[in-house]
């Protein structure tokens, strides 16, 4: 199916575990981002990649790691999972001259 | 720096009220792009509108216009004669080097 899907929708994981959420996109769109939703925070950009190998950080990056071997894909990993580290995380792709963006439908992180 | 700035975090209104949902960006790039989201209590984002900053021109769809003045770095909103499916979470957002959203603003409309 065409468009952006997150992977796994749901997950529950011990603190000091490591996880990795995935994203795919089926557009080859260049950019693709990572949001973490808090209430009173809004969406705060985790990382972002311009392009396959290229990935920067955002407003929040501490405690991830992201990776953009293939133009279709942007797993984020948290490292050692914190109980701050309990969000919902968003993944979206946009076409090169950023008119047009594409959101995942979130995935839901509780570390316990 | 980029930043997008939603000073009002909720707004309740009655149905068939006007309201404007309010929104202040920070960019030093001369080319960027502003969006606004909706997002209803079920979590998905949805795509409302999508302006460049060459582009000046108010635009309205059906219930919604949207105001964009570079004089003010603003770029509101305004819903006409609002509806209980209004209700949800709108957040502007600014696309320049990176793609950064406000903190979002919740807008309750009881009926």
């Known amino acids: 199916d065409a468009g952006i899907t997150q992977s796994p929708r749901y997950k529950i994981t011990e603190t000091g575990r490591q996880v990795t959420l995935m994203c795919h996109q089926t557009w080859s769109h260049s950019y693709m981002f990572w949001y973490r939703q808090d209430l009173g925070h809004g969406l705060r950009l985790i990382y972002y990649s311009a392009a396959a190998d290229i990935t920067d950080k955002g407003e929040v990056p501490d405690g991830y790691v992201v990776s953009r071997s293939k133009t279709e894909n942007f797993p984020l990993t948290l490292e050692s999972a914190t109980r701050s580290q309990t969000s919902v995380y968003f993944c979206?792709?946009?076409?090169?001259?950023?008119?047009?963006?594409?959101f995942g439908q979130g995935t839901r992180l509780t570390v316990v | 720096a980029q930043k997008v700035t939603q000073a009002q975090t909720e707004i309740s209104v009655v149905e068939k009220e006007d309201v404007t949902l309010d929104c202040v960006y920070e960019t030093r790039d001369t080319t960027y792009y502003l969006f606004w989201y909706k997002q209803p209590p079920s979590g998905e984002l949805v795509f409302l509108i999508r302006?460049?900053?060459?582009?000046?021109q108010n635009e309205i769809s059906g219930r919604y216009s949207w105001n964009f003045q570079k004089s003010t770095s603003s770029f509101n909103f305004t819903i006409t004669a609002s509806q209980v499916v209004d209700s949800a979470v709108y957040f502007c957002?600014?696309?320049?080097?990176?793609?950064?959203f406000g903190k979002g603003t919740r807008l309750l409309v009881k009926p």
């Open positions: 957002a600014l696309k320049g080097f990176s793609f950064i």
């Open positions: 302006r460049n900053s060459f582009d000046e």
């Open positions: 979206a792709s946009m076409v090169a001259d950023g008119t047009e963006a594409f």
